[in-house]
Structure formats: C-alpha cells, structure tokens
C-alpha cells in the first residue's frame, strides 16, 4: 500500500455521502431524526430494511438500518451498545454557539434529555442520545 500524497490528490474524497446506523427499531428512530434533528425523508427501501434521512442545506444523508435481533440462546439480550461496534458519537456542526443555546432550547421543548450546552476540547457542544443510545453532539466548531 503506497502512502505518497500523490496517491491522494490523484482521486480526493470530496464530502461524506452517509453515516449508516443500525438500529433496532427503523421507525422509531426516523420518527426521532426527524423530530428532534430535523432531518428529512429522502430513501427508503422496506424490502431491504432502511430508511434515509437527510440534512438538505448540509447535503448529509443518515441511513436507519434494523439491525438483527439477539440470539437468545446467546444470553446477549438488553439495550445494544453502540460503542460495541466502535461508535463513539456521531457530531453535527452547527453555525454559533448562539444556535447551540437554540437547540437547547428546542430539545427541552420536545422532552429529550440533555446536559445544555458545555465547552468540549474548547467548542461550545450540546449532547444527547437516540432512542438506541447512540451518543449524538451539537457542535459549533471553532
């Protein structure tokens, strides 16, 4: 595997296309993005098991997946652990820290717990959680 710059210039990546979670329940959840985050239906495939969300001003797609059920047999039962599959968090960027207090604003509105906004390595954050615990942060980066 070569490691020379040239290798990454000659075929750039230009943007993220999708983050694509595994949830357990895919309505729920798109119930959820859209809620709370704001996101909006743009893809779903039933037959196949997800549904897209998207950002449109941000051009950020998140994909809901069902994820398999536990294998009782297993004794692995209970709430799935994100960080088990090496998520820590998903961070959304947002203008200000002004829009930060915002969104505090409006998360308490909808009954979804927070912390209100804290410094995190020097940049006003918001966190919160999914229905399935996946940590998600409100993030005006510096």
């Known amino acids: 595997m070569s490691s020379g710059r040239d290798d ?9 296309s999708h983050v694509q979670l595994l949830v357990s329940d895919v309505d729920a959840s798109a119930r959820w993005y859209t809620t709370v985050l ?8 039933r ?8 950002q449109p001003a ?8 069902e994820r398999e ?3 009782e047999s297993t004794g692995r039962t209970g709430q799935h652990d994100p ?6 968090h998903i961070a959304f960027a947002v203008s ?5 207090h915002g969104w505090a604003a409006r998360l308490a509105g909808l009954g979804v717990a927070h912390d209100g906004v804290v410094l995190e390595n020097g940049n006003p ?3 919160l959680r999914d229905p399935d615990g996946i940590a998600i942060e409100l993030v005006a980066a510096g």
């Open 8 to 16: 990454v210039t000659a075929a750039p990546i230009t943007q993220l």
């Open 96 to 100: 200000d820290g002004e829009a930060l």
């Open 47 to 54: 037959a196949i098991g997800y549904v897209a969300l998207r």
């Open 58 to 65: 941000a051009r950020m797609v998140l994909v809901l997946t």
């Open 125 to 127: 954050s918001l966190q």
């Open 69 to 71: 059920p536990r294998d």
């Open 38 to 45: 704001g996101l909006v239906p743009y893809a779903e495939d």
């Open 83 to 88: 960080a088990s599959d090496g998520l820590d």
